[in-house]
């Protein structure tokens, strides 16, 4: 089993893990490429490698859809290859035994990730075996896989593919899944994390699991991850949950760094409605990139490219866009630029010679005016009006019959007005997040709102103590005072 080394293919690793493992399959192992040492893909001296070790089939996860070159070199050394991936076919698909992918053929929902697939599969050969009366699966309990899902929804908020349609159900199930897992590795990071695991919410998966999943990759060895959702020995499962968060707690911090560095450059480089901004710094490390450009692409629209350079010393990215237009589109418009790209509408990842570098900024800004793109995320844009009296549980309750939430399907918006503005407190590391006390200026009543990682400027109208003001905010759980509290979007002026 051959996967990626994110939060996608990890769990899809370990989706088939536990498929093989339950119908009494043990000739088979998890391997993992290292983030820095050989990026993504389908490598061939990994290849060489898994031959020289006697195997003969692999099985990709969230990976494969274009590596024809890889499969056919598996081919020549005696291995079959079996592709599951859900990236867009940019090119012929590689000739190998099958290749499983949504957006191939007429598949009714296209927009599944790579451990969803991996699923399928998992899904489709129980079925084959028990319509063939073999043994392995007829002992297998009718309906045993749906104890997968908790990897599938884990992986579908973690790769930001859209929740909508199949991902919807998926993320909803998995989600029950995961409030019952009985996974070591989930209790372990729950415990130390301090999340109720029988209320765990799309939210907790994208801010407190995933980051430790992924940190795993960004800072250690993937198999790190891997190992923890797999283990069954909670012993094992604790040192490995909080050896994740100390290598979270480090990426964190040097994030933090290239986050406040790249802000420096952009407001030096660029204009506020500045379509496509590419900065990049050869001791920024590609495998956080991805988190930075996020951070950037928070405070705008657009796109957002950051790139580095990795342990090998080939320079690598990441982008991030509003999807105001689709990367993938952006990357092949501007195909010529890269010396490899891949990814999805929200986010891709490239390599580039270290002479287009230069003039990558120009190339991408070039091909997205070609794509003629359009600023489609207005901060002023919102769902529905509500006073501050009417931020309620009956109404957090309401509104949480339409989750999960998440790409597609974002977090109703409220505009909030008749307020004051009563106090306004910078916190965290570096003051980075903002909070403010607000009270209606009609029946005094009163809530809280934060925003990480913004400041006062950062709202279309600054927030001031004993000022009128009107918000734009979503209802959030209060984890650190419990109950409610708003979550900002942006700031107006009064109306």
């Excluded at 080939?314 to 991030?320: I, V």
């Excluded at 909030?416 to 200026?441: N, P």
Aim: net charge neutral; with cysteine; glycine share 8%.
């Amino acid at each position: 089993v051959y996967a990626d080394f994110d939060c996608d293919g990890i769990p899809g690793a370990a989706v088939l893990s536990d498929f093989f493992t339950k119908i009494g399959h043990a000739n088979f192992e998890v391997y993992l490429p290292h983030r820095d040492r050989e990026g993504y893909g389908l490598h061939k001296d990994a290849i060489r490698e898994l031959a020289e070790r006697g195997t003969t089939l692999i099985i990709t996860v969230d990976v494969g859809t274009n590596a024809q070159e890889p499969v056919r070199y598996a081919r020549e050394l005696g291995i079959d290859t079996i592709v599951t991936d859900h990236h867009e076919i940019t090119g012929a698909l590689p000739d190998c035994v099958a290749v499983l992918n949504p957006k191939l053929g007429s598949y009714p929902f296209r927009e599944l990730c790579g451990a969803a697939v991996a699923f399928k599969l998992a899904q489709a050969l129980i079925i084959e075996g028990k319509r063939m009366n073999m043994p392995r699966f007829t002992a297998t309990p009718t309906g045993w896989e749906k104890w997968l899902l908790d990897m599938v929804a884990i992986a579908t908020v973690a790769d930001m593919v859209p929740l909508v349609g199949e991902n919807r159900a998926l993320v909803h199930f998995g989600l029950k899944v995961l409030q019952k897992s009985q996974r070591a590795g989930i209790a372990a990071l729950c415990d130390r994390l301090r999340l109720r695991r029988s209320s765990l919410t799309e939210d907790e998966i994208a801010f407190s699991i995933a980051p430790r999943i992924n940190a795993a990759s960004r800072m250690d060895e993937p198999d790190l991850a891997f190992q923890l959702l797999t283990t069954t020995d909670s012993n094992e499962a604790d040192k490995l949950a909080a050896h994740l968060e100390s290598l979270n707690a480090r990426r964190k911090s040097v994030v933090a760094g290239v986050v406040k560095q790249a802000r420096r450059n952009v407001s030096a480089r660029y204009t506020q409605d500045a379509r496509v901004v590419v900065l990049g710094d050869p001791e920024w490390k590609p495998a956080l990139l991805g988190l930075a450009a996020n951070s950037i692409l928070a405070e705008r629209s657009g796109i957002v490219c950051l790139w580095g350079r990795d342990a090998t010393g080939r320079l690598k990215g990441s982008c991030r866009s509003d999807g105001s237009v689709s990367i993938t589109e952006l990357f092949s418009n501007a195909s010529d630029a890269f010396e490899e790209y891949g990814g999805h509408a929200f986010s891709g990842g490239f390599s580039v010679s270290h002479e287009s570098v230069h003039t990558l900024g120009e190339t991408l800004s070039r091909a997205a005016e070609a794509l003629e793109l359009s600023k489609t995320r207005d901060a002023r844009e919102h769902d529905a009006l509500a006073t501050l009296p009417e931020i309620s549980s009956a109404l957090f309750g309401e509104v949480s019959r339409l989750a999960p939430f998440g790409i597609g399907n974002p977090k109703p918006v409220f505009q909030v007005c008749d307020i004051i503005v009563t106090g306004v407190r910078r916190f965290g590391r570096d003051s980075a997040h903002i909070e403010l006390q607000l009270e209606c200026r009609r029946t005094g009543s009163r809530a809280r709102a934060f925003d990480f990682f913004r400041s006062p400027e950062g709202f279309t109208h600054a927030p001031a103590e004993g000022k009128e003001t009107r918000i734009l905010a979503t209802i959030e759980r209060d984890s650190y005072r419990g109950g409610l509290a708003l979550r900002l979007v942006d700031m107006l002026k009064p109306a």
